[in-house]
């Protein structure tokens, strides 16, 4: 966990309760400079999350701090430095783009009409189009390009590559990379969790409104095995067994590390172990 | 400022132009007239729908802004349609006057007692809509059905009382410039009305607001 004070973004015991949905105590804190991917399935909570973070829904608890400055007391100096970016970005789809950049251009006095244009320029975007005639990938890019030309020093993203197809999903982890080389911190909401074995520094894991890992993604994935059964499974390898998932010569289960050597088991990736921790949870 | 340019260059519905144009009206003989400043709360229904369609709130909510300058700039862009409503009615009664005076069956006859009359209806309006509306932004239609019921309920009232208050039927309701005194007493005691009503809504609504958790 980075250190709080220096830390771009830290939530302490957020808590969020709806009638059939609870956010329950999620804390973690970014470091500075560092691409965070935010993972769970569909439901899990993480657009909660990231809506109580930013208090456009009201957290029943919790503290949030960006920069060390408590939010919402200080909203406006730390909304100037961060930059949300939600899928789709379904803003004014019929206003040209030019129109919607010049009036969010007056909100920012570090607004930096170069970065802008580069931006624009390297996106391969287009002033006098609408967001309607922008494909998915393009909007996400359009929303950056806002976002980075007023200087924002944290980017949190949710679900940016949801809907895009692989060659755009590519391009947008180079330009988090590429963000990540500038210092930027990006704090990134998916549930494709290939995109993130590519870029992330760090995995959160929120399962059912909990968040049950923060680790680093090597940290993460080293933790786990995948053992492969072909036909029953041994007692053995079922009481070791985190997740059972069915697959077409038998069955796979996750495993601790440490009884890797035991089932034989191999490494395993991003994707195996959230949906393996997934079916253990469903499994309860 | 800012952010009365980003209601207006992202927010403004065509009928926002249009609607204040129907202050015209006046120039048709037994109309209620009251009914103009109906046509601007349409226009503003129509704002804060296109801004639901546009995600507005959740644009908006990302700038360095608080949740009460959202409210603010909006209510206060709505007031100057409101306003600019009422410019156009007083236009039109001059042109009313310069073509031929007619008295009006229908409510109060155009005059300065009929701006006194518009000030007191988007003030019931601002009053109704916009606490209702900041309440749930993703229902404005509820807001316009609630605010609509009060506008015309005055209205209505207005027409009887024309024929039945005399206060109403003797001196509101004569053409200018007869009271002229106690026609711009009753216009400045709405003007007086409507800055304070609309400062109750905008407080009120402010508040709703700050509570409202949005489903973006």
Redesign the interface.
Known sequence: MASEKNSPLTVRDLCKNYPSFRLDNVSFSLAAGEITGFIGRNGAGKTTTI?AM?F???PDGGEISFFGLPFPEN???I??KI??V?AGM????R?KLK??T???R???PGWDDGVYRSYMTAFGLDGEKTPAELSNGMKIKYALALALSHGAELLILDEPTSGLDPISREELVEIFLKLRDEGKTVFFSTHITSDLEKCADRILFLQQGSLKADDTLDGFRDSWRIAECSGELPPALKQAAHGLCRTREGYTVLVRKEDAETFRAREATLEEIMIHLEKEADAQ | M?ML??EW??CMHPMGYLMPLCAALILVPGYPYGVCCFYVGLAIFFICLTARE???A??T??????RGDAVRARILFCTILEAADLVLMGIMILVKYAIGFVPNPAGLDAGLALIGDGLIIFTLFNMVFFPCYYKDINKPGKAFVFATTAVFAWIILEIAATYTVPFFRDILDQPDPQHMSEKALFTFGALALFIAGTAWSEKTAEKKFE?L????
């Not at chain 1, 379904?90 to 789809?93: I, V």
């Open positions: 809506n930013l456009l829904v009201h909203d406006r100096e909304k100037a930059g949300f939600s379904t803003y004014y789809t206003k129109v919607i010049d009036v969010t007056s909100f920012y | 800012k340019m980003k260059k992202l546009n995600h507005d959740g644009f909510l990302t700038l360095p802004v608080s509570d958790d949005l489903s973006l």
